[in-house]
Nanobody
Framework: QVQLVESGGGLVQAGGSLRLSCAAS????????MGWFRQASGKEREFVAA????????DYQDSVKGRFTISKDNAKSTVTLQMNSLKPGDTAVYYC??????????????WGQGTQVTVSS
């Protein structure tokens, strides 16, 4: 069965960095687009970043452009979100998701369980 497992969340001070990883299984990763979403306490889930199946096309929410980088390793079936210059507003549960369509801004099929990111001031 398809499974997505996030890791790398934690507590970090403002200005610091974290690297989130998502390990995928049960799918053909090279044909799968991936995305990162987040949900802060009391707010709706929002889009953060996406990458197409090849790893050559990316898209970011404006608030994270220049600070976050999404990447995809098809050999390891993992997608990574490198987060730099973190702000308290980045505090949320972060989720990875997969899309069998292979492109960005599409319907996502599966979701991970989420990993907590907390940024202190």
């Amino acid at each position: 069965q398809v499974q997505l497992v996030e890791s790398g969340g934690g507590l970090v001070q403002a200005g610091g960095s974290l690297r989130l990883s998502c390990a995928a299984s049960g799918l053909t990763f090279s044909r799968t687009a991936m995305g990162w979403f987040r949900q802060a306490s009391g707010k709706e889930r929002e889009f953060v970043a996406a990458i197409d199946r090849s790893g050559r096309l990316t898209d970011y929410q404006d608030s994270v452009k220049g600070r976050f980088t999404i990447s995809k390793d098809n050999a390891k079936s993992t997608v990574t979100l490198q987060m730099n210059s973190l702000k308290p507003g980045d505090t949320a549960v972060y989720y990875c998701a997969s899309s069998s369509d292979g492109g960005i801004a599409v319907k996502y099929d599966y979701w991970g369980q989420g990993t907590q990111v907390t940024v202190s001031s």
